[in-house]
């Protein structure tokens, strides 16, 4: 909740699809308050985001400008104003950030650009923020960063650059399959089996091109074999990341590898890279981007 009394020094937000997330930073960069809502980026016209935002910080709000720093969808072509992409190989840390237009005199608001890679076409919107974050602890890391989620992220970082990623739309996949195809009859909305797990992230990872036909066998096995919905879902789980580790191996093979998520997700993958042979640290996702976001708030140079 966004408590009144507490005055920020700037506002550090990050601003996805169906989420908006803020906290009241002080003068030294520690947390006075955090705020949260469904205003998503998705729910909201261009002339929405400034009150969707003073709804959530206006009791962290003093009488003169307060700085925030955003991240996330809300720099997209659909968001409050296009924060443009930076190409790879680039600085993870941006120091170049896009003003947002705002009507209330109290707001400062600044954007950070997303990242894109021309070759094989793909874009970043808001894990560069949180890839900043890393090295802003990290500062001497050179290898990958895997970021887990709806749409899971490898990424190669050498000299505090982002040098090449790729995109696995791996979170969305299993959720449309799981909720939309006929696979929803044998999967269960919860629950969890190792075992099937890991079998299916060999499988995967062995035989990538016959997923489609794997992914039907769990319906199959469902009917004949009685396999039960928690192991089902533990192996559409493991085929997806399967595949996806298959098709990434060129980042994990024989780098340093660090993780950076939710700790259910990170825990999957990290069980997927531990079977071969590959040992990830982990860090949290909220707490990288919230330190990619100090890191920004170090360097203002908005574009004009």
């Known amino acids: 909740m966004a408590g009144r009394g507490t005055m920020a020094a ?22 006075l308050a955090e705020a949260r809502s469904d205003d998503g980026m998705a729910a909201l016209r261009p002339d929405q985001f400034e009150p969707a935002l003073l709804a959530l910080i206006e009791p962290w709000l ?28 680039c600085q993870a840390r941006s120091d170049r950030l896009v003003h947002a237009p705002v009507r209330d005199a109290r707001l400062d608001v600044r954007l950070i650009p997303g990242v894109k890679q021309d ?9 560069e923020t949180q890839i900043a974050g890393y090295l802003s602890q990290a500062p001497d890391f050179d290898g990958v960063l895997c970021l887990p989620g709806t749409h899971s992220k ?25 909720h939309q195809s006929v696979l929803r009859h044998s ?24 997923l489609a036909a794997r992914f039907f066998a ?4 469902a009917l004949l ?45 990290t069980a997927a890279l531990a079977a071969q042979g590959v040992t990830a640290s982990q860090a949290s996702g909220p707490e990288m981007t919230r330190a990619g976001l100090i890191a920004a708030h170090t360097n203002l140079s908005a574009v004009p």
Not at 10 to 31: E, K, P
Not at 69 to 87: D, F, H, K, T
Request: aromatic share 8%; with cysteine.
């Open 225 to 269: 074999r009685g396999q039960s919905p928690e192991a089902a879902r533990a192996r559409l789980s493991g085929l997806l990341i399967g595949a996806e580790m298959a098709a990434a191996k060129p980042y994990w093979l024989g780098q340093q590898v660090a993780m950076v998520g939710a700790p259910a997700l990170m825990a999957i993958y």
């Open 10 to 31: 700037w506002v550090a937000v990050d601003w996805g699809t169906t989420h908006l997330r803020a906290w009241a930073m002080d003068d030294r960069d520690a947390v």
């Open 62 to 89: 003093g009488p003169g400008t307060t700085p925030v720093i955003a991240c996330g969808m809300v720099g997209s072509r659909q968001g409050w104003a296009e924060a443009p992409y930076r190409a790879v190989p």
């Open 187 to 210: 999967i269960a909305p919860e629950g969890w089996d190792d075992g099937a797990f890991a079998e299916a992230v060999a499988e995967a990872m062995a035989k990538p091109e016959a």
């Open 218 to 221: 769990l319906r199959a096995e």
């Open 154 to 178: 490898w990424v190669h970082v050498s000299a505090g650059e982002i040098v090449s990623f790729r995109t696995f739309m791996t979170g969305e996949l299993f959720d449309l399959l799981g």
């Open 119 to 127: 070759s094989p076409a793909d874009v970043i919107r808001g894990e």
